[in-house]
């Protein structure tokens, strides 16, 4: 049938009590948000549709406010949903905590990667990606909440092949696939030429057509038909079924404010000087980035994680050494200096765009040579936990993909939690008042790495950085290999973990540099 133009409340009007919902995005960017609003406002107008599986592969918060999937944080729209990430999805937090929305969570790139499995008709994705992490059956089987451990139906099983462990992620159909494009013509082929990445727009749009189900396209602009290069189309319109035309408010790149609807670096359609990121202030995540950047060496492929590992761009650009290194981001993004904040998933300057499927291929492969990665909570086996803390579930995203996958790990953060007053004065660490809560936890609270899954490999380097203290993971134990000048290692350290690290015979103080005004001069080892 020929692709129909239609507005947005009427692609909700076709959506039926029950379905499986695929909605594509990555937090802000490529987020049809025109139809997830009508979906809402049909919802509370009608009470339909109802009962949907919601599937996403990203996280898709838009603005952490009311976009994106916030739209769905009403009792009865959503029966069960399935996803990776919920970063600033802030109003579904409590219907997926008391229990109101039954919620699995499973390693982005296998999600990613099932889109692909369901169009090709496979019985789903069989990998070791999530092994003896909280998405292993053994551990908490993908379950985020306790509705979640009352289904039948759950995401993920444990198969031996070969004797070998492995998950099984079992595939599933899709009813409606909802994405979004730049342009359409009028055959209803759609491009993405002015979006800052391409994620699995055509994955899902396949995997729904040959489902049996329906594709909804919102775009920026509407042009003839043969306006369109084929190069440039990504999802072509057999596989298309309506196309609705985005508002001026929910069309363009991003949903970030004080930035314009459209930032051309980050499709490349422009460059920005590197001059211009300005640097960042002397304090401790600067201590920590660039920590984590003296482990990199020359013609590194890296991966920068969400929150304070993001700046470690801004530290190489301001060393002068981030073209020494291809960062890239699991969105699809390679090359030029991963965008900071809620923006997070794009980059100025890139060299490329992937798909997201093809990226994680890469990273699954193996093929990341340092990951810097945040980290809310560390125990004593060298688990880290950044999927669910603190009353939230922001969830896995890529980290499982990435840290099983890496050949060095650099988990990153601030050793305590909470308000504190810590300062980098004097070529030293000068800890005011702390912040109040403990990051080194006896056992963390939910398992998104697993330090024994890493020892059973035997091939990874993984370090724990933080501004006064850096850790290893070693068969002998988690172990304290450096401490910053100023911090004593009784009361900053050792007093502040509920556990007591192994103290490595060579103890070391951190590179004094770190704690300096002055660019460091650091020196990138060579491979």
Known sequence: MPVKFINAKEAASLIKDGSTVGVDAFISFCLADDILGEIEDRFVREGHPRDLNVVNVAGIGGDGKDRGINHFAHRGLI??????????????????????????????????????????????????????????????????????????????ELLSIKGKDHLFYPAFPIDVAIIKGTMADRKGNISLEKEAMHLEQLEMATAARNSGGIVMVQVDEIV?????????????????????????????????????????????????????????????????????????????????????????????????????VSASIESGVMGGVPAPGIATGAAYNPDAILKQPDMFDFYDGGGIDYACLGAAEMDAHGNVNV???????????????????????????????????????????????????????????????????????????????TERAVFNLRPEGFTLIEIAPGADLQKDILDKMEFTPVIADDLKLMDERLFKPEVMGIKLKNR
Not at 242 to 256: D, K, R
Not at 404 to 412: E, L
Request: charged content about 20%; glycine content about 10%.
């Open 79 to 156: 029966r069960r949903l399935l996803c990776a990430n919920l970063s600033l999805a802030n109003k579904m937090y409590p219907l997926i905590m008391d229990g109101s929305i039954p919620c699995f969570m499973i390693p982005q790139g296998v999600l990613s990667h099932m889109m692909r499995a369901i169009a090709s008709g496979k019985p789903g994705i069989i990998t070791q990606v999530g092994m003896k992490t909280f998405v292993d059956p053994r551990v908490d089987g993908a379950c985020i909440n306790r509705t979640a451990v009352e289904c039948e139906d759950k995401p993920v």
């Open 224 to 324: 003839d038909s043969g306006d369109l290069h084929p190069q440039d189309v990504i999802v072509p319109a057999t596989l298309v079924d309506y196309v609705v035309l985005g508002s001026p408010e929910n069309t363009g790149q991003h949903f970030i404010e004080g930035l314009p609807p459209v930032v051309h670096s980050w499709c490349g359609d422009e460059k920005i000087q590197l001059e211009e990121i300005k640097p960042l202030e002397l304090d401790p995540v600067k201590v920590i980035c660039r920590r984590g950047a003296m482990e990199f060496s020359n013609n590194a492929f890296i991966n920068l994680g969400i929150g304070v590992p993001m700046n470690v761009s801004n530290v190489l650009n301001e060393e002068g050494l981030i073209k020494n």
């Open 387 to 465: 999927s669910r803390f603190a009353g939230k579930v922001p969830g896995p995203g890529g980290f499982i993909n990435i840290t099983q996958g890496a050949k060095n790990v650099c988990f990153m953060g601030t050793f305590t939690a909470g308000k504190s007053d810590i300062r980098v004065e004097d070529g030293k660490i000068n800890i005011v008042e702390d912040g109040p809560h403990i990051k080194f936890k006896k056992d963390v609270a939910h398992i998104t790495f697993s330090g024994e899954n890493s020892l059973d490999k035997g091939r990874q380097n993984i370090l724990y950085i």
